[in-house]
């Protein structure tokens, strides 16, 4: 869900959802020593701290500058292209690691393994103020193991004018956003406009669970069970299958659905994308633009997809009192650094609700309902939700949606496949 692309609907800060590609593991231990950030003057043990390589420009300046502003360590931060994830799974396991890093989650398998620290203690005071849906999945047995650094987000962008001379209002349940597509896209025949575009494989990638939440349905429950395991889910994701079979979407875009290029060209009457396009998008279409959360199916309720990287301190680290009280400082208490990370080098939503709703740039318009949406409706995949129940899952949206496979039976064997992985888990 970031710019860069997605394959779910989880997010973390401009990867958001998505896998990066790149290094492979031979060679990433090599490098884990490696200085790329100039260290800060402060006196104290000296500490290194991780980041994945970011899109915008001037982020990675940002962050060095942060810490070179610490003074109570001398804290050296590296850029890390390539496969982030890959890497820092690899560094965890040596002592050449990080003491402060980036983590996409964290996964459950780095916290059961011992390979990062609670940090529950430094977030204590202010834990309220930051977005519940973000911070959930960094709890575990009650504890905090990552505090939230920004939020991504997805929604419904629909142009204002192209409705309108379609007699379309903005839809608020699945079932009028389906016919909206469908007359949007009968409306604009002959200029061969679309209703609705989903990316360039329908959906299946960008959507993921955000239609099983729309339904009131989850991926797994408060008491770690499967949670679309409802004729609820069929029903749903049958619906999303029909706005491909009645050939509303979009397909074959120049860019796809991170990218905001064909909902500004026209293209489209609608598109799902990042609120990071939202710029973008304003400055092109003006006012002739609104956005909105997936809509509502059933007795469901709307469903925003959001996503926070989260600083975590390894356990391997020689000096985790120090490392902490640095996350503190930058992540907690530092709250000028955490506006300024979430959108002056992008468009981004800060963690804690507090600054979201002071920021200038957040407090009019589209950027205000995308906060609003985020706050009281912003969802994110649970600790449980392995790599495997992803898998199994995504494959099978893909069937329903360009195949017209049967959503009870693609999703019989989802559930089998995600039992399985919850039991594995639990064991361990």
């Known amino acids: 869900m970031t710019r ?4 779910g609907f989880g997010i973390g800060r401009r990867r958001l959802l998505a896998t990066a590609g790149g290094a492979a593991l031979t060679g990433v231990l090599a490098a ?9 003057k402060g006196s104290g043990p000296a500490l290194s701290q991780w980041y994945h390589q970011y899109g915008e420009p001037g982020t990675e300046a940002a962050v060095k500058r942060y810490a070179a502003a610490y003074d109570k360590a001398r804290v050296t931060v590296q850029w890390r292209p390539g496969d982030y994830d890959r890497q820092t799974a690899a560094a965890l396991l040596t002592d050449s690691g990080p003491d402060v890093f980036e983590v996409d989650g964290p996964r459950l398998d780095q916290i059961k393994g011992g390979q990062i620290v609670d940090v529950t203690e430094q977030i204590e005071s202010v834990k309220d103020d930051f977005n519940q849906a973000v911070l959930k999945p960094k709890i575990w047995d009650g504890r905090i193991w990552a505090v939230p650094q920004t939020i991504d987000t997805q929604l419904l962008f629909y142009r204002k004018s192209l409705l309108r001379a ?24 002959k200029d061969k406009v679309k209703g609705l575009f989903l990316g360039n494989d329908g959906g299946a990638a960008v959507l993921g669970g955000t239609p099983l939440f729309a339904a009131g349905l989850s991926l797994i429950t408060e008491d770690g069970k499967v949670g679309f395991d409802d004729p609820a889910a069929a029903r749903v994701l049958g619906k999303v299958r029909q706005l491909y079979a009645d050939g509303s979407l979009l397909l074959g875009a120049p860019t796809d659905w991170s990218d905001p290029a064909a909902f500004i060209q026209g293209l489209t009457a609608m598109q799902w994308s990042g609120l990071w396009a939202l710029p973008q998008v304003k400055k092109a279409l003006g006012d002739d ?29 020689k ?42 740039q957040l407090q009019e318009g589209a950027a205000a309902e995308a906060v609003r949406f985020a706050t009281d409706h912003g969802f994110a995949e649970p600790l449980l939700w392995t790599t495997a129940s992803r898998t199994a899952y995504q494959d099978a949206l893909n069937h329903i949606i360009k195949d017209g496979a049967n959503p009870e039976t693609e999703l019989k064997a989802v559930v089998r496949k995600v039992n399985s992985e919850l039991q594995r888990a639990k064991k361990k």
């Open 319 to 360: 000096h985790q009192k120090e490392a902490k009280a640095f996350v503190k400082w930058l992540w907690v208490d530092g709250t000028d650094k955490q506006e300024d990370f979430a959108l002056s080098y992008g468009f981004h939503i800060p963690a804690r609700i507090s600054l979201a709703k002071k920021a200038k």
């Open 32 to 40: 884990c020593g490696s200085n790329t950030g100039r260290g800060g």
């Open 289 to 317: 633009f609104g956005v909105l959360p997936f809509p509502k199916d059933g007795a469901g309720k709307p469903a925003v997809p959001v996503g926070a990287y989260g600083s975590a301190v390894s356990a391997r680290s």
């Open 4 to 7: 860069d692309g997605g394959t």
């Open 166 to 189: 379609a007699g379309v209002q903005p839809p608020q349940s699945v079932d009028e956003l389906v016919e909206a597509a469908k007359t949007l896209t009968r409306h604009r025949r």
